[in-house]
């Protein structure tokens, strides 16, 4: 069974930075998609930004252009997200999860391994 382990959540005031770390035992990183997503209270769960395993092409959703980053070291098989000019509403649990599929779109249904989430407080 693929294992993903969060980390890197944490408590961080609107306009602030954290990286999170999405990190993989028992399977190789390089051979899947790994996508972010988040959950905030009462509402569904959403992609954040997906990286693909063969050209490492990159999603991100509207609401995190500009502010966040993906990026996989596939020496440490773990995947990251830098996040930057933090806002209230980027306040929710995020998981990372993995996909086998070559072709895939950045939402839940097409990934199977989930991670067991980390979450982030945007709050002053």
């Known amino acids: 069974q693929l294992q993903l382990v969060e980390s890197g959540g944490g408590l961080v005031q609107p306009g602030g930075s954290l990286r999170l770390s999405c990190a993989a035992s028992?399977?190789?990183?390089?051979?899947?998609?790994i996508g972010w997503f988040r959950q905030a209270p009462g509402k569904e769960r959403e992609g954040v930004s997906c990286?693909?395993?063969?050209?490492?092409?990159?999603y991100y959703a509207d609401s995190v252009k500009g502010r966040f980053t993906i990026s996989r070291d596939n020496a440490k098989n773990t995947v990251y997200l830098q996040m930057s000019s933090l806002e209230p509403e980027d306040t929710a649990v995020y998981y990372c999860?993995?996909?086998?599929?070559?072709?895939?779109?950045?939402?839940?249904?097409?990934?199977?391994?989930w991670g067991q989430g980390t979450q982030v407080t945007v709050s002053s």
């Open positions: 990286i693909s395993s063969r050209d490492g092409s990159t």
């Open positions: 999860a993995a996909s086998p599929n070559v072709q895939y779109m950045c939402v839940p249904p097409f990934f199977g391994s």
């Open positions: 028992k399977f190789t990183l390089d051979y899947y998609a």
